[in-house]
């Protein structure tokens, strides 16, 4: 099987930047290393992991229209503010997640050819996670006859999605086996493998925490799943028990920052314009506030002026974050009681871009650039760098997994037990992998007790759980998926919403192929989205704001 796009030969250059050195067992598996046809599945895999990450941290990263809905950011400017305050979204391309599943189901038959049950149980894991992403975004998608064009099928039917799940779920499941009966001979080189190294341990529990992941998605549709064969209590039992148990675990790759390749998109190395049209929002901001939550200081930057009654004149103050890090302030006496005068600003979410560029402005009459507002937080420093500890292509983590037990017990009929020591856990983990119980004179137990925090305090225990893990969350994608199956955290529209006060449930499809077969598949899979009061009279049922079958029947999340 041929890979579109991937296997070339600047391919293999940049690999060898990404992982340091290139190792001569790389090319010992076959005679022919540089045909496309017998390429080494190390290479491949490096190729795929990397990309795959890059595909995932772009989607949720700041500036993008997941992050916006889901109130981590807002745009300050009217830079993409139609796409991203207003929801006014369009079409989404999906070729680069098939031109990787092309290299992973490489991964996978190589695996078969050569016996190797370690690559076998990677490609399958990675299969389940991209096509997962994708029916999380689209619904329906091309699955089981995906990934054919070297047999002739160039049109592949959508299948619907229950099948899909179905499909990851039996992967995994398969990959959990291949994962936990290896032999001496089932080896994959620790340099290519740069998320795990190798190490098969590691990825048997990557492959068990998407079952988690998924078994919980699909939490209201277990008499469907039924139906098809799938037990998701039964699934849930078996993966708990080997999944994620500490942040070790955690499905990562870190950003080198050594070449453009290689760095964080929002480094000097990526751009030559460093991203500053974008605010952290202020749903956000507020609860951190509210909480006296550190993860705020990791993830936002003081504003450059900020308002203060204690100040007569305005007053230049150096001010040093709960993890030493120093900013220069002015401050500015408060000329209105409207005025925020915290030292942490979110950007209001979905206002007019007239009113956006001026928020918190008060009767400063000065001149800003509209990206510049310094009554605002920025966000954080760090997401302007080549590289930085506390930012990483993540596609699992650890207190992922805690909020799922945490959730799952309290749901009940998955098998988990005591919400309440999960839930903390997963609050505590999140902590910890931001650096944040390392906070000048914070304490963990003290930030728990809050009644804002502690789950027993809770009234509504779900969006207790559901609240923190949308925090720990931060530009991940996954908290998109969680609120649309749980309307929790109840987040609302800004007074510009295109469509409604709602947010978007959906990705769009890519413009479609005029091909006749195409088309006919296409159409099949739009007449089976739901219809809501939403989409506006006339339009395709291919929008935004229409149901998947996921949460068709379900009144979630709106």
Same mark, same amino acid.
């Given at each position: 099987?041929?890979?579109?796009?991937?296997?070339?030969?600047?391919?293999?250059?940049?690999?060898?930047?990404?992982?340091?050195?290139?190792?001569?067992?790389?090319?010992?598996?076959?005679?022919?290393?540089?045909?496309?046809?017998?390429?080494?599945?190390?290479?491949?895999?490096?190729?795929?992991?990397?990309?795959?990450?890059?595909?995932?941290?772009?989607?949720?990263?700041?500036?993008?229209?997941?992050?916006?809905?889901?109130?981590?950011?807002?745009?300050?400017?009217?830079?993409?503010?139609?796409?991203?305050?207003?929801?006014?979204?369009?079409?989404?391309?999906?070729?680069?997640?098939?031109?990787?599943?092309?290299?992973?189901?490489?991964?996978?038959?190589?695996?078969?050819?050569?016996?190797?049950?370690?690559?076998?149980?990677?490609?399958?894991?990675?299969?389940?996670?991209?096509?997962?992403?994708?029916?999380?975004?689209?619904?329906?998608?091309?699955?089981?006859?995906?990934?054919? /064009?070297?047999?002739?099928? +160039?049109?592949? &039917?959508? !299948?619907?999605?229950?099948?899909?799940?179905? $499909?990851?779920? %039996? #992967?995994?499941?398969?990959?959990?086996?291949?994962?936990?009966?290896?032999?001496?001979?089932?080896?994959?080189?620790?340099?290519?493998?740069?998320?795990?190294?190798?190490?098969?341990?590691?990825?048997?529990?990557?492959?068990?925490?998407?079952?988690?992941?998924?078994?919980?998605?699909?939490?209201?549709?277990?008499?469907?799943?039924?139906?098809?064969?799938?037990?998701?209590?039964?699934?849930?039992?078996? /993966?708990?028990?080997?999944? +994620?148990?500490? &942040?070790? !675990?955690?499905?990562?790759?870190?950003?080198? $920052?050594?070449? %453009? #390749?290689?760095?964080?998109?929002?480094?000097?190395?990526?751009?030559?314009?460093?991203?500053?049209?974008?605010?952290?929002?202020?749903?956000?901001?507020?609860?951190?506030?509210?909480?006296?939550?550190?993860?705020?200081?990791?993830?936002?930057?003081?504003?450059?002026?900020?308002?203060?009654?204690?100040?007569?004149?305005?007053?230049?103050?150096?001010?040093?974050?709960?993890?030493?890090?120093?900013?220069?302030?002015?401050?500015?006496?408060?000329?209105?009681?409207?005025?925020?005068?915290?030292?942490?600003?979110?950007?209001?979410?979905?206002?007019?871009?007239?009113?956006?560029?001026?928020?918190?402005?008060?009767?400063?009459?000065?001149?800003?650039?509209?990206?510049?507002?310094?009554?605002?937080?920025?966000?954080?420093?760090?997401?302007?760098?080549?590289?930085?500890?506390?930012?990483?292509?993540?596609?699992?983590?650890?207190?992922?997994?805690?909020?799922?037990?945490?959730?799952?017990?309290?749901?009940?009929?998955?098998?988990?037990?005591?919400?309440?020591?999960?839930?903390?856990?997963?609050?505590?983990?999140?902590?910890?992998?931001?650096?944040?119980?390392?906070?000048?004179?914070?304490?963990?137990?003290?930030?728990?007790?809050?009644?804002?925090?502690?789950?027993?305090?809770?009234?509504?225990?779900?969006?207790?759980?559901?609240?923190?893990?949308?925090?720990?969350?931060?530009?991940?994608?996954?908290?998109?998926?969680?609120?649309?199956?749980?309307?929790?955290?109840?987040?609302?529209?800004?007074?510009?919403?295109?469509?409604?006060?709602?947010?978007?449930?959906?990705?769009?499809?890519?413009?479609?192929?005029?091909?006749?077969?195409?088309?006919?598949?296409?159409?099949?899979?739009?007449?089976?989205?739901?219809?809501?009061?939403?989409?506006?009279?006339?339009?395709?049922?291919?929008?935004?704001?229409?149901?998947?079958?996921?949460?068709?029947?379900?009144?979630?999340?709106?």
């Amino acid at each position: 099987m041929k890979t579109i796009k991937a296997l070339r030969v600047p391919l293999l250059a940049m690999m060898c930047l990404w992982v340091s050195a290139c190792k001569e067992d790389l090319t010992e598996i076959n005679q022919n290393p540089n045909s496309p046809e017998n390429v080494s599945s190390n290479y491949v895999l490096t190729y795929s992991l990397v990309n795959s990450g890059k595909l995932v941290f772009n989607i949720g990263r700041d500036g993008s229209k997941i992050a916006a809905a889901m109130q981590y950011m807002q745009a300050g400017t009217n830079e993409g503010a139609a796409e991203k305050n207003q929801y006014a979204w369009t079409q989404d391309g999906w070729g680069s997640y098939y031109d990787i599943l092309r290299n992973v189901q490489i991964i996978y038959d190589n695996g078969v050819r050569d016996d190797n049950k370690l690559f076998q149980g990677i490609g399958l894991t990675m299969k389940s996670m991209l096509f997962g992403l994708l029916t999380d975004l689209y619904g329906d998608i091309p699955y089981s006859e995906a990934l054919q /064009a070297s047999t002739g099928s +160039f049109f592949p &039917k959508y !299948d619907k999605q229950a099948d899909v799940y179905k $499909g990851i779920l %039996s #992967d995994l499941k398969k990959a959990n086996e291949l994962l936990q009966n290896l032999t001496p001979k089932d080896v994959v080189s620790a340099t290519s493998d740069v998320m795990y190294k190798g190490d098969a341990t590691k990825w048997r529990k990557f492959a068990n925490s998407l079952r988690l992941r998924y078994a919980l998605r699909l939490a209201d549709k277990k008499a469907e799943m039924a139906a098809l064969g799938i037990n998701l209590e039964t699934e849930f039992k078996e /993966a708990a028990a080997s999944a +994620f148990t500490s &942040k070790a !675990d955690d499905a990562t790759i870190a950003f080198l $920052g050594t070449n %453009s #390749d290689n760095a964080q998109p929002g480094g000097p190395l990526a751009t030559a314009t460093p991203n500053r049209l974008t605010k952290p929002a202020k749903p956000l901001v507020d609860k951190l506030l509210q909480l006296n939550d550190p993860r705020l200081q990791r993830w936002a930057n003081p504003v450059l002026r900020k308002w203060d009654a204690n100040v007569k004149t305005e007053t230049t103050k150096s001010v040093t974050n709960l993890f030493g890090e120093t900013f220069s302030v002015v401050y500015v006496p408060t000329v209105a009681s409207s005025a925020d005068t915290n030292l942490y600003v979110g950007l209001p979410v979905g206002l007019p871009i007239t009113q956006g560029i001026v928020y918190n402005k008060g009767n400063d009459v000065a001149v800003y650039p509209n990206e510049r507002n310094p009554y605002i937080s920025l966000i954080h420093d760090r997401y302007r760098n080549n590289s930085d500890p506390y930012v990483a292509m993540n596609f699992m983590n650890y207190p992922e997994v805690e909020f799922i037990l945490a959730e799952a017990a309290l749901l009940g009929g998955f098998g988990a037990t005591d919400a309440e020591a999960h839930y903390k856990k997963a609050v505590q983990a999140s902590m910890d992998k931001e650096g944040a119980l390392a906070a000048t004179g914070f304490k963990f137990d003290t930030y728990y007790a809050q009644p804002g925090v502690n789950y027993a305090s809770a009234a509504n225990k779900q969006e207790r759980i559901l609240e923190q893990k949308w925090i720990s969350s931060w530009f991940s994608i996954q908290s998109w998926f969680d609120w649309r199956r749980t309307g929790y955290p109840a987040l609302k529209t800004g007074p510009v919403a295109q469509f409604g006060a709602a947010l978007p449930i959906r990705y769009m499809y890519p413009t479609p192929n005029l091909d006749p077969k195409y088309i006919a598949n296409y159409k099949e899979a739009v007449e089976r989205l739901g219809n809501t009061n939403f989409i506006p009279t006339g339009q395709s049922k291919d929008h935004h704001y229409a149901k998947m079958w996921l949460v068709q029947g379900t009144s979630k999340p709106w």
